[in-house]
């Protein structure tokens, strides 16, 4: 079948391996000329030209058998500086998707220690390698002898399995597939409590009153990139909170959106960083003070979570109410069902 494209290879001067490369079966017969230029050469026993060019810390090489290109030099140097033109935002896009995917393991690698760690102080490590029989009974005994701390600790295997769910959630809909996104009707209070019940421990022990507003009230929306949603800004919540405060949640609709509003006395945030705060990698100046900053990643996931359904995140700021923290409320708008 006659080709009637150029084929491509891109490379930056700081990795071995090309940022793309569509040049197929001829990738590895193409000779290595560091010399820009462009040729007419014989490969498997067909003439092509081959363009290579270099520039600001990339090179580039396109070979095409078409016979305009042959013939006509401009046309394949055209393409090529097109390409070139691009490889910066190529390049930034490559590092920032492997960025995302040693978040993801790190992340998960973290939520399993957690997860064993939480099993492990209720159950002795050892007597778990015993037969599975024995195993069984011994689970049993203890259960029975400790129910609460057994309790508690399945409370916190569930928050670090939604942890996990959030995580591979997040990066599934930050992936770009469309198909992932599937809005559907559901009620916004179930959403809501499926993720406060995680984090009742947390909020028990720093004694925050949670009051979450009972609502019919239906959004619009992909339930797991929602979920995701609520559960960093919870967690974000459970982290930066007052405590023996207040943290309250109501539901307003208007204009066919559905407002869900978390206000509580949380860590105050200036002025200049409350745009800032949902960008990837950041964290507040007054978290980063106290030693309470994470990758800065839970309000940036958050915020995209909630845009890929048509909605938005926004933040209302108040000003300095008790020592380092302020009246602050952050605003989920969804698409009413």
Known sequence: MKEVYARFALWSELRVEPLINTLGPYFDEIPVDPIDGSSVEVIRGKKARVARRSIAGFRAVSLSFDPDRVRSKRILDQELHVVLSAASAIYA??????????????????????????????????RMLDAPKEVVEYLSAEVLKF??????????????????????????????????????AHEVHRVLMNVFYLFFADFLDKKVWVNVEPTRVQGLFDYDAIHACI??????????????????????????LVDISFEMESLFIPAGEQDIIFEEGISGSVASKKDLHGAGLGLFLAREM????????????????????????????????
């Open 93 to 126: 896009g490559t590092v920032r998707a492997e960025a995302r995917a040693k978040r993801l393991i790190h992340n998960l690698k973290t939520l399993t220690a957690k997860t064993s760690q939480e099993i492990f102080l209720v159950f002795q490590q050892n």
């Open 147 to 184: 129910p609460q701390e057994t309790a508690k600790a399945v409370v916190e295997v569930l928050k670090h399995q939604s942890a996990q769910k959030a995580e591979y959630s997040a990066f599934e809909k930050l992936a770009g597939n469309i198909q992932s996104i599937k809005p559907e």
């Open 231 to 256: 559960y960093y800004l919870v967690d974000n919540a459970a982290k930066y909170c007052s405590p023996s405060t207040r943290l309250e949640v109501s539901v307003s609709v208007k204009d066919a």
């Open 306 to 337: 909630a845009r890929l359904n048509g909605g938005r995140l926004n933040l209302l700021a108040g000003r300095v109410a008790r020592g380092d923290y302020s009246r602050n409320t952050f605003v989920l708008t969804l698409p009413c069902a």
